[in-house]
């Protein structure tokens, strides 16, 4: 049962535009939602999370969007380099009381053109 | 400050094979977590420590797993006797605490198991 989903394995786009990158889940519990980037070979690095309180937070070009009601996350690169290039990871947080743990989706790898 | 690390960033063992891993977290964090990834698929959780307690082991395939943490510094994963389907990237992770805002869990580069 997945719980955290991407259903785009793969996103191209121009560089300059904007790239968006789309999560769903499945449970309401979740506390927070993180965006993890991860380039091959190397493990995932911490991009930018968002609090199931809020439904937007900002950092520099990225934005994260919560949309509690839908259970739908995405997250807006403007603009968009050819150094976004990798796999992005969407992860919810289980509640403190069910151990804080990360839950992953697929992954969708972006590939920004020049 | 050093991040995650893991030890061998690569391995390739036979199957019926042992195969140790080990995950330096970040000074401090008392949190510890094992992930694995396997053939491109989602990351997936495997157990979780909170200083040297298992607070999760939900996610561990089966017993020929076993994670340890003495201490409540560094971690192992032991895999024995190995199976093919257990290839894969192996991720650790730490956190700090377990509340505040976002409470990041940052992951170290990852263990390659190769099972032939």
């Known amino acids: 049962d997945q719980q955290v989903k991407q259903n785009s394995p793969s996103l191209s786009v121009q560089e300059g535009r904007i790239s968006i990158l789309n999560c769903d889940y499945t449970?309401?519990?979740?506390?927070?939602f993180l965006w993890y980037k991860k380039y091959p070979a190397e493990g995932p690095t911490f991009l930018i999370s968002?609090?199931?309180?809020?439904d937007k937070n900002e950092d520099g070009r990225f934005t994260v969007f919560l949309n509690k009601s839908a259970k739908h996350l995405s997250l807006h690169i403007v603009p968009s380099q050819p150094g976004d290039s990798a796999v992005y990871f969407c992860?919810?947080?289980?509640?403190?009381?069910?151990?804080?743990?990360?839950?992953f989706g697929q992954g969708t790898e972006l590939s920004v053109k020049p | 400050e050093a991040g995650v690390t893991q030890f061998p960033s690569h391995s390739v063992i036979e199957k019926g094979q042992t195969v140790t891993l080990r995950c330096d977290p970040i000074s401090g964090h008392d949190n510890l977590y094992w992930y694995r990834r396997v053939m491109g698929k989602e990351i997936k959780f495997l157990l979780h420590f909170v200083k040297e307690s298992k607070q999760d082991e939900s996610g561990m395939p089966n017993n020929r797993f076993l994670a340890e943490r003495t201490g409540g510094t560094y971690s192992t994963l032991k895999v024995q006797p190995a199976e093919l389907e257990d290839s894969g990237v192996y991720f650790c992770a730490s956190s700090q605490g377990m509340r505040g805002t976002g409470n990041t869990i940052y992951f170290g580069e990852g263990s390659w198991l190769t099972v032939v």
């Open positions: 968002i609090s199931s309180i809020k």
């Open positions: 449970n309401s519990m979740f506390d927070y």
């Open positions: 992860a919810a947080r289980t509640p403190y009381n069910q151990g804080g743990k990360l839950i």
